[in-house]
């Protein structure tokens, strides 16, 4: 594959996702320097569509850089990948028959490097921040964002620095230290290592590439949503069911839609999103339901899913508009149910999920006896891992 069939970058500016003040892109930059919200990358699209077509995309390679006009990485040599994206999308009619509902496919994002859908992110967000000139990174995690920043971070020759619960499985705290990191245990919630990450960008200079605190790592995630389109022959499904800690793939799924509508690619139809959370954390759960903005964090956050033990997100309010937008919903799952159907997934479709991604086959079994997902309707569920880091929880 030479440079020459694909197209340059097409991005323009950022955008703040709730003020709407825009930034020049080519400077380091975390959450809007304004109201300190999300930023957003913006696209010419116009440009993008006349290289970013149906009948290019059948001669790219088969990692999520296929989409580089819609991505923020200018350079070539900035592009770090281990082969992230493409993922399969598989019809898994056994699983879907017993659930009364034929047309269930799981987007297997286990298959990632480093076991899960994070590598999307991160790729994007190291590539991006070791194109404009960071020199150390950091990160606050609850293990698989961290394991696939350090992957990157390593590649780039970058120093990483984590910061994990201390109650991280070992995998994921023994993951980041084989891959270079220096890593620190912190007693408390992914957002209590979220301010000793804080506190090292302010002391030493460290560039964080938490969740929604720098714009790139949801181009990453969006890409998940131009998979779908094209695996599904440019359609989308009735219904996406994601789980939700920050939300990142959620957002960004729904903004790669609108891209894709504006570049000609798909129509004006949309799936429900479905946003898919823990009874132990669901803070989106319960701000969708009484109708808010913004969640509330939440107490005592405790949940086997440990992506999903998120109990403030920066982003809510990104991810609350792209449920109402889309007449969607969200769902909160018990634990019990969680390592229930992470059984029954992997016993009748071969998968071994991540206990998030089992979250969202309870969730959807719930949501067809409560009538709101039809049986003949097309229904995603995505298995954002592996669970053989997750392991502990059958021992």
């Not at 770090?80 to 493409?86: I, R």
């Not at 969708?288 to 403030?312: D, M």
């Not at 390592?339 to 029954?344: P, S």
Request: glycine share 10%; net charge negative.
């Amino acid at each position: 594959m030479t440079t020459s069939m694909l197209g340059d970058s097409a991005l323009t500016h950022l955008e703040c996702g709730f003020c709407g003040a825009t930034f020049d892109p080519d400077q380091l930059l975390n959450l809007c320097p304004k109201c300190g919200k999300p930023l957003l990358a913006r696209y010419d699209l116009g440009q993008a569509a006349r290289t970013l077509t149906k009948a290019s995309l059948q001669e790219r390679p088969a990692t999520l850089w296929r989409y580089q006009e819609v991505l923020p990485v200018r350079r070539q040599e900035a592009r770090l990948s281990l082969g992230e994206g493409w993922t399969p999308l598989l019809h898994t009619e056994r699983l879907g028959q017993s659930i009364g509902c034929a047309g269930t496919w799981i987007k297997d994002e286990s298959v990632n490097p480093t076991g899960s859908f994070k590598a999307r992110g991160l790729a994007l967000a190291v590539s991006r921040a070791y194109e404009l000139g960071a020199q150390e990174l950091a990160i606050p995690s609850a293990g698989n964002a961290a394991g696939a920043m350090c992957a990157y971070a390593a590649l780039a020759a970058l120093p990483a620095h984590v910061f994990m619960p201390a109650d991280v499985a070992t995998t994921f705290r023994v993951e980041c230290q084989m891959l270079g990191a220096q890593v620190t245990l912190v007693d408390g919630l992914i957002t209590d290592a979220g301010a000793k990450v804080q506190e090292g960008v302010a002391q030493h200079g460290w560039f964080s590439v938490s969740t929604l605190r720098e714009p790139y790592r949801l181009e990453g995630k969006k890409t998940m949503g131009y998979e779908l389109a094209e695996q599904l022959g440019w359609s989308l499904p009735d219904v996406i069911l994601y789980p939700t800690g920050g939300g990142t793939g959620l957002i960004g799924m729904w903004k790669a839609f609108q891209e894709m509508e504006e570049m000609g690619l798909i129509g004006p139809e949309r799936p429900r999103m479905v946003s898919v959370q823990s009874s132990g954390c669901a803070p989106i759960v319960r701000a969708f339901h009484e109708g808010t903005e913004h969640a509330e964090p939440w107490q005592n956050a405790q949940t086997v899913a440990s992506g999903l033990r998120v109990p403030a997100a920066v982003g809510d309010f990104l991810i609350l508009r792209a449920l109402r937008e889309s007449n969607g919903t969200a769902v909160a799952v018990p634990d019990e149910e969680i390592l229930h159907y992470a059984q029954v997934m992997g016993r009748q479709t071969g998968i071994f999920p991540a206990p998030e991604g089992a979250a969202c086959l309870a969730a959807q079994v719930k949501l067809l006896e409560e009538g709101w997902i039809q049986p003949d309707e097309q229904v995603v569920i995505f298995n954002t891992g592996s669970g053989l880091k997750y392991a502990h929880l059958w021992a």
